[in-house]
């Protein structure tokens, strides 16, 4: 067994051995890189014998698995997790600072992972987290981009994508296993039921390692390559290209017929690859594929792995010679969806010509679930023509995945309660009705280890002193903390914990785009991607009210506290509207923030490349946590939960998890405004809104439209953006816009009561504890997936 970590001595024999051995450098003479290296690697052999223990337990007491199909897992760094969960951290920090070695700037020497982009990524990751720290056999299963989404640059204002590289130097956690390569066809004609003259892809798997909450277990994260397969017998330059092609980005654009190829591929070849390797590990052990529910449950995160659905049933059939009827009961027992979604555009469609194309036996599969699918439909006696056709999983022109998913899964999940209320009552209202049963919630959740712990020492050493430290092994205990909101010593170590985050955030900022934010400013902070769901163009548009009222308002600006304002978000390269809005948000910046008349009351900064290493800054830093979509449109959000965990005051609608925020924390605790869904959904009803009337009802946004056409030498240069609100709004930003404005005033009242203010920042904190992808893990288990946990003496 591996000693390295057992004492600060061990570690340092260890560590200046590998530098002096394996990297040929010295202590003194080795660069961050060399050390992140040197501490990497031997923790991964640590680790190595600990995945062998583990799946030595998993197979000797046949335990099921769960693998988790998600086309994002946004990891982080993993340096900073795997120490921390290995409980390593003492014994690095002390040898190092016997050796002179910042862990800090060693541990930032890893680059983010290019695995995701957005809150389906990030959850993925924290339910990885939660899983393996509660022993439960829980395994993701997606693709090992070459590149991530991308890295983004603000040139004169404007989104610019770069290529993300994070590949360029080995990454240390993961394993390579060639000998577990899947052959993938794509292309070619069925003859019957045998695909014939297919093009075909190595899939290659990478593993890397999840690292339980001291407790040993070590779970696995399984990546695809694509390498040119051995069966392919002419391998050209095309054909070289297509192999690239698949793991060479996450999310390609999608605007172009060869771009929707490429990412029908690459859902096809991830969950491909994962479904029949399960199929392989299972039959090696000497089990039969009729028990397969027994020993997996495939969980479809978002519609993007739902091929795994036709693909296990082409397998059971073509393969294993099963019958369909067969099949299809197994099939049906294994398969669980996580829908993620309310948008209907969101809800991926695939154009029949390329699913046949590229996908000619999966298609002939689908039709035929199609067929049966709509017998249960006609004889039901539910539903008319009309809704027989809406519901198909086939229509005149698309495949409808999430149909596929809700046919073919035993569960069917949201992600947050109103969510879920929505799918059940409107969205999939013709489904519910259908099977009422398979409807479920379970509220998203995030890693407090993470999201808590490892980003806030100030505030967890805090709560380690006020109600002692069983809470980091169960968060509902943070609710013991609610005592102390009051507490004039605890209301002042928080104050002090604040200020310390916003500093850290301010200096961040201040040396990536060359805006000083002053600490002593409400930090208000909208960190996301960017939709106009989401509405960052509703924050821009009251921000430039604010600017205005400062510059002609005397007494308004003699009351106003001091506001920093800082954005955060990616726009999807081909979302014009998105990036349209970026460039406003960026372009009335430069004018606010030089203007010597406000600039020391208002500020405004849009952050660039919001990551994961960036929201660790971001998080414990913000004051106020902007969470202002059109109510029933967030399915949940993950970054309200990370903001109140670390005591921000939540700014927001009732819309997604702020729903169970509220509830949690109290309305009085945070900020509510805006139309409810009840209300949002009978607006919908109606058609007639107009949201000129608004505009031309209302002086201020008349104002702040002026200010925009002022905003560049074209006054129409960004119509784009207005014309569209003022048109059509159908995020309804006009609707909610004075509501918006009257809340942005409680607020910035509410935190000149630092007293008040800070009671409202514990109670969040001291309520959080619900927010644990801990207890949204433990919901899929206890409901869904029936795992056993890995236990060692």
Known sequence: MNHVFNDKASFKDAYIGYLENELKTTLEQSTVYERYTALASLLNEELDE????????????????TIYFSMEFLMGRLISNNLQNSNHCKVVVAAFKEMGIDLNEVEHAEIDAGLGNGGLGRLAACFLDSAASMGLPLYGNSIRYQHGFFNQELINH?????PEIWLDKPFIWETKHPEEAIDIPFFGFVDYTTLKHSTWVKAVPYDVKVVGDDNDVINILRLWGTEPSDLQKIQDDGYLQLVHQIDNQLYPDDSTVEGKTLRLQQQYLFSAAGIQHAIREHKALGRDVRKLADYYTFQINDTHPTLIIPELMRILMDNEGLGYDESW??????????????????????????????????????????????????????????????????????????????????????????????????????????????????????????????????????????IG??????????????????????????????????????????????VYLDPNMIFDIQAKRLHEYKRQA??????????????????????????????????????????????????????????????????????????????EYIMPAADLSEQISTATKEASGTGNMKFMMNGAITIGTLDGA???????????????????????????????????????????????????????????????????LLNHDPFLVMKDFASYVEAHERANE????RKGWLHKSIMNIAHSGYFTSDRTIKSYNDDIWHLRPVTFE
């Open 50 to 65: 600990k995945l062998a223990k583990t799946e030595k337990y998993i197979k000797a007491n046949g335990l099921k698995k």
């Open 329 to 466: 009961q197994i099939v049906t027992k294994c398969v669980a969806f996580t829908n993620h979604t309310i948008l209907s555009e969101a809800l991926e469609k695939w154009d029949i010509g390329i699913f046949r194309r590229v996908l000619p036996r999966i298609f002939t599969i689908v039709k035929e679930m199609d067929r049966r699918f709509h017998e249960i439909l006609e004889t039901n006696g539910l539903y008319n023509k009309e809704q027989i056709y809406l519901m198909g999983l086939v229509g005149n022109h698309h495949i409808r995945m999430a149909h596929i998913c809700i046919y073919g899964a035993f569960s069917i999940n949201g992600v947050a309660e109103l969510h879920t209320e929505i799918l059940k009552h409107n969205e999939m209202h013709n489904f519910y009705q259908l099977y009422p049963q398979k409807f479920n919630n379970k509220t998203n959740g995030i890693t407090h280890r993470r999201w808590l712990i490892h980003i806030n020492h100030e505030l967890t050493n805090i709560l380690d002193e006020k």
């Open 158 to 162: 404007k989104q610019h994508e770069k």
């Open 538 to 615: 509703m924050n821009i548009l009251h921000i430039i009210y604010v600017y205005q009222r400062l510059k002609s308002d005397p007494e308004f600006k003699a009351n106003y506290h001091p506001h920093a304002f800082i954005f955060g978000a990616k726009s999807a390269p081909s979302y014009h509207m998105a990036k349209a809005i970026i460039e406003l948000i960026d372009t009335a910046s430069e004018v606010i923030n030089n203007d010597v008349d406000t600039n020391q009351l208002l500020k405004v900064v849009f952050v660039t490349n919001y990551n994961v290493t960036y929201a």
């Open 658 to 724: 702020n729903v169970e925020i509220v509830k949690e924390a109290g309305l009085e605790n945070e900020i509510i405004f805006g139309m409810n869904a009840e209300e949002v959904v009978e607006h919908y009803r109606h058609n007639g809104y107009r949201p000129s009337d608004i505009y031309e009802q209302d002086p201020r946004l008349q104002e702040v439209f002026r200010f925009i056409r002022h905003l560049n030498p074209n006054p129409g240069y960004f119509d784009y953006v207005t014309q569209a």
């Open 469 to 514: 430290t069983s809470w980091r092994k169960d968060l509902t205990k943070l609710e013991a903390f609610d005592q102390f909101k009051d507490d004039p010593e605890t209301q002042q170590a928080i104050f002090e914990m604040k200020q310390e985050k916003k500093k850290a955030l301010s200096e961040k900022i201040f040396a990536d785009r060359g």
């Open 750 to 753: 509410a935190y000149k009561d």
